[in-house]
């Protein structure tokens, strides 16, 4: 049997998830008989912030599912934006995984996936990797969600990923990086044209190229609140 096509079929809701800052979902797509479990966060349930454009919280989470499959990182579960009973939003794969398991639990038997995420956060300029937002699925493998606040033209890195702080960053890692800046403007580019404005898009390519240059992973800058809040 074919999974599930989550670009299409029905989006039924299930309940909405709580402790959530916008307004966020546990959904099936349904075709037929057949349904898969999905994450959707409707355009209109996103509350506004000060320094973020409001209503492009769902188009930053393509944005970042695009990032992560043009790496080859499989970091970002499959998101698409589509219509749903709430109106137009972004839908995204739910990855079954355990509540008590999180970066700060998986860390000592996986540091070599999460150099992984340090760098894509820096790439897309992540302002909120909270630990919680790091979730092993059943065969293993770590994904990690909630990516509305990305993409900010100005550094808004803040994570509790710092382990790796002013370590070098592996060689394979900056290849893939190096790969994304040489083809980013046949291959990335017009994959985040309708989901981020132009300025957005050329501090992607200036990221990727800046990290190229000088391969390490950052430090937490002293005048800036780098951790984010709640932990978890």
């Known amino acids: 049997m074919a999974p599930v096509d989550l670009t299409a079929g029905e989006i039924v809701v299930r309940g909405r998830v709580p402790w959530s800052s916008n307004a966020t979902f546990l959904a099936d797509v349904v075709d037929g008989e057949d349904r898969r479990s999905v994450i959707y966060k409707p355009e209109r349930g996103e509350r506004p912030l000060r320094d973020f454009a409001t209503g492009t919280l769902h188009r930053r989470e393509q944005a970042s599912f695009e990032v992560s499959e043009a790496l080859d990182w499989r970091i970002v ?16 794969e739910f990855i079954e995984h355990d509540p008590d398991e999180h970066y700060f639990t998986l860390l000592e038997a996986r540091p070599q996936r999460f150099r992984f995420f ?38 808004k890195l803040r994570t509790v990923i710092w382990d790796f702080a002013d370590e070098p960053v592996a060689p394979e890692l900056i290849d893939d990086v190096r790969r994304l800046s040489d083809d980013f403007e046949t291959t990335l580019a017009p994959r985040l044209e309708p989901l981020l404005s132009i300025d957005e898009i050329d501090a992607v390519l200036e990221r990727c190229r800046s990290l190229v240059v000088t391969p390490r992973f950052p430090v937490p800058e002293n005048s800036y609140h780098s951790v984010p809040w709640p932990l978890v």
Not at 84 to 90: A, T
Not at 122 to 144: E, Q, Y
């Open 77 to 92: 579960p499959f998101t698409v934006i589509r219509d749903g009973p709430h109106g137009p939003g972004m839908v995204q």
């Open 118 to 155: 340090a760098v894509f956060d820096m790439l897309v300029n992540n302002a909120d990797r909270k630990s919680g937002h790091c979730l092993r699925a059943p065969d293993g493998h770590i994904w990690g969600i909630d990516h509305g606040l990305t993409f900010h033209t100005e550094s």
